[in-house]
C-alpha cells in the first residue's frame, strides 16, 4: 500500500504535533512490510531538521519538497485538477496530520485528531482561533474514514462533541521513547530544580505553579523552577506575573530548547511539574518518566489514563493541593524514588513502534473498507 502522509508539521515544528509525526515515520520506517511512505513536505518556511535527523530511511520513504506557500496549494490543486496524494507521487491512502488539511483527490483518506480542547469556552484560544479549528476538524471528520486519537479520553470526546461513531475512531497511543536517544550517560545526579515543559498559554497552568512555586521559596527552599517553552496565546500574562514575582529570581524561562538540552533536564530535574487544565494525551511528563524523574500532574483530561499511578496527582485548580505535592517529593525522598520506580515502568508501555504497528493497522482496515 502506498501511504501519503502531510509531513509539513514534521519540518517546521518541534513539539505537539510535529514530534508525533516526526517520531511515527520514524518508526513505520523500521516496521517490516510492504508499505511504501510517500512524505508531503510543500512549505514555505524553512525546515529546522536534516534528513539524517528525521530518521527517513531512503528504501521505505520518499518525500517531496518544495518551497512554497501552503495556502497557495489548494488553489494550485484546483486549477491543475490534482491533489496532494498526486503531488507526493500518487498514493493508496492519504494520511492528514493536522487541521490544516491539503485537497486529496482520489486516495482514501484518515486523519488524527488530538484533541477537543478548541470546544471549551476556557480561554485557551481565541475565539476567531476556536472557531476556526472546529471548522477544520468537523471537516477533517466527515472526510475521513478513519479518525486516529491519542487516547480513550479523545476518542469520547470527539464522538460526543462532534457526533461520530465510535467504530469510526481508533485509539493509537503515542510513544514517549524517543527522549532515550538523548538520555545522557552515565545517569546524572538529580540538581535543586524543577522543570515543566510546555508551551506558555493558560491551559498549561504556568500561572498557578508560579504561586505554589513561590509558597515553597517563601518556606525557604532554594531549588529554581525551569519553564522550557515556547510563549503562546496569552504568554505575556505569565510574563508580567513573573516580573512581579517575589520569586522571579529563581525562575528560568527557556524559550527554544533543543532535543538533547530537553533530554538533560528531564534528567537532572528532581522534580517535574504539569497541572495542566486540559490534555488529549500528555507526552511531556511520560517523557520525564521516562527518563527518572517523580512527576506531579494533574487529573484533568487524559492524563489519568495515560499516567495511571506512576504520578502524584492533584486537582489542577487547587493550589493548595499542588504546594502540598510539590513540597512531598521535594522532602520526602522515598516517595521521589518510588514515584520515579513506577514512572519508568508506566512509560514503558508507549513505545513509538506499537503506535506505528497501531496505526498502520487503522490504515490498512480503511483501506480495506
Excluded at 486529496?104 to 483518506?109: K, L, M, S, Y
Excluded at 497511543?173 to 545522557?184: I, S
Amino acid at each position: 500500500m502506498r501511504i501519503g502522509l502531510d509531513y509539513r508539521p514534521a519540518l517546521i515544528n518541534r513539539e505537539g504535533i510535529g514530534r508525533v509525526t516526526r517520531e511515527l515515520v520514524r518508526a513505520l520506517c523500521a516496521l517490516e512490510g510492504g508499505h511504501e511512505l510517500r512524505l508531503f513536505g510543500w512549505s514555505l518556511a524553512a525546515a529546522k531538521f536534516e534528513r539524517a535527523e528525521l530518521g527517513l530511511d531512503a528504501r521505505r520513504a520518499s518525500m517531496t519538497r518544495l518551497r512554497f506557500p501552503s495556502r497557495w496549494i489548494p488553489r494550485l490543486c484546483a486549477l491543475t485538477g490534482k491533489g496532494a496524494d498526486d503531488l507526493a507521487g500518487g498514493t493508496d491512502l492519504w494520511h492528514h496530520t493536522q487541521p490544516s488539511t491539503l485537497p486529496v483527490r482520489a486516495a482514501v483518506e484518515t486523519a488524527t485528531v488530538f484533541d477537543c480542547i478548541y470546544l471549551r469556552d476556557d480561554g485557551f484560544l481565541s475565539k476567531d482561533a476556536a472557531a476556526s479549528m472546529e471548522r477544520s476538524v468537523r471537516g477533517l471528520i466527515e472526510r475521513s474514514k478513519l479518525v486516529l486519537v491519542p487516547s480513550a479520553f479523545v476518542a469520547d470526546d470527539v464522538a460526543r462533541s462532534f457526533g461520530v461513531a465510535r467504530e469510526k475512531l481508533v485509539v493509537t497511543h503515542l510513544g514517549c521513547d524517543h527522549v532515550l536517544r538523548h538520555a545522557p550517560k552515565p545517569a546524572p545526579e538529580r540538581e535543586p530544580f524543577l522543570l515543566t515543559v510546555a508551551r506558555v498559554d493558560p491551559r498549561k497552568n504556568h500561572a498557578r505553579i508560579l504561586a505554589a512555586f513561590e509558597r515553597l521559596v517563601r518556606a525557604g527552599f532554594s531549588h529554581r523552577w525551569v519553564v522550557a517553552g515556547p510563549p503562546g496565546h496569552r504568554a505575556h500574562e505569565f510574563e508580567a506575573a513573573l516580573d512581579r514575582s517575589s520569586a522571579r529570581d529563581q525562575v528560568e524561562w527557556r524559550r527554544d530548547v533543543g532535543e538533547r538540552e530537553l533530554a538533560e533536564l528531564y534528567a537532572r530535574c528532581a522534580l517535574f511539574v504539569f497541572p495542566s487544565l486540559d490534555e488529549g494525551f500528555g507526552l511531556p511528563p511520560l517523557e520525564a518518566m521516562a527518563l527518572g524523574a517523580p512527576v506531579v500532574a494533574s487529573t484533568s483530561g487524559s492524563l489519568p489514563e495515560v499516567l495511571g499511578d506512576a504520578a502524584l496527582s492533584v486537582d489542577a485548580r487547587d493550589e493548595d493541593a499542588l504546594h502540598a505535592a510539590m513540597r512531598r517529593v521535594l522532602t520526602e525522598p522515598e516517595l521521589a524514588h518510588d514515584l520515579a520506580r513506577r514512572g519508568l515502568e508506566q512509560s514503558a508501555h508507549f513505545t513509538w513502534r506499537a503506535c506505528a504497528q497501531s496505526t498502520l493497522a487503522a490504515w490498512e482496515s480503511a483501506f480495506r473498507a
